[in-house]
């Protein structure tokens, strides 16, 4: 079955500092993996892309990596800020015409 | 200004009652999607529409039903057969199904008293 497992489910840390989140799938065939930001009450915005040559992508603070042989992912942020408090999903698409395969998403909280 | 509308923000119907969700696309995309997303939960799929006049059924169809006239239009209807209404509702279109972005609307955050 294909499946998009994140983690960790929340995360809480101070402005400034750095963090990482985690998406393993289980997806075949695979086409491209996505990074979503959601703020609250919003619609997903995307991040980055990146396709299965692809190891590393960068979005300002935002850098997303991708290892196809273990099929995990992670979006790294730098320096974090306020504004960076939101739910971030990972997304997986599969190659023909078919659904993306979503992760639940990670909430990340950024406090002062 | 391109992208996707939704409407209304927030939706309140008593229970039993069917309701309509409005979505609209000025992107001149192929594909349209919706989504029902709850608390702590992932984005799931409703329907989705790769052209006029066709859409398939995605995880959760039942309870719900979709319309594709035109285009730019993909309208939901959330029935008096679906259990458990109330959610926060997103549409979505692409290019085309599966590897193109997914652009998203605001959402309609639907309440059944």
């Known amino acids: 079955k294909n499946q998009v497992e994140q983690s960790p489910q929340s995360l809480i840390i101070l402005e400034g500092k750095n963090c990482t989140l985690q998406?393993?799938?289980?997806?075949?065939?695979?086409?491209?993996l996505r990074w979503y930001k959601q703020d609250t009450g919003r619609g997903p915005v995307s991040l980055t892309i990146?396709?299965?040559?692809?190891n590393t992508k960068s979005n300002g603070r935002y850098t997303a990596t991708l290892d196809a042989d273990t099929k995990q992912s992670s979006l790294h942020i730098t320096a974090s800020q306020l504004s960076d408090s939101a739910s971030y999903i990972c997304?997986?698409?599969?190659?023909?015409?078919?659904?993306?395969?979503f992760g639940k998403g990670t909430r990340l909280s950024v406090i002062a | 200004d391109g992208g996707i509308t939704q409407s209304p923000k927030y939706l309140f119907r008593k229970e039993g009652q069917n309701v309509t969700l409005s979505c609209e696309q000025n992107?001149?995309?192929?594909?349209m999607y919706w989504y029902r997303q709850d608390p702590g939960q992932g984005l799931r799929l409703i329907y989705y529409?790769?052209?006029?006049?066709?859409?398939q059924k995605g995880d959760i169809a039942e309870g719900y039903s979709v319309s594709r006239e035109k285009k730019e239009s993909f309208p939901l209807t959330v029935t008096s057969a679906q259990k458990n209404p109330t959610a926060f509702y997103l549409c979505?279109?692409?290019?085309?199904?599966?590897?193109?972005?997914?652009?998203f609307g605001p959402g309609t955050r639907l309440t059944v008293l």
């Open positions: 979505a279109s692409s290019m085309g199904i599966g590897r193109d972005e997914q652009f």
């Open positions: 998406c393993n799938y289980t997806v075949s065939p695979f086409s491209n």
């Open positions: 990146m396709t299965f040559s692809e």
């Open positions: 997304v997986v698409s599969l190659s023909g015409n078919t659904p993306l395969v």
């Open positions: 992107l001149n995309h192929d594909a």
């Open positions: 529409s790769q052209i006029v006049n066709d859409f």
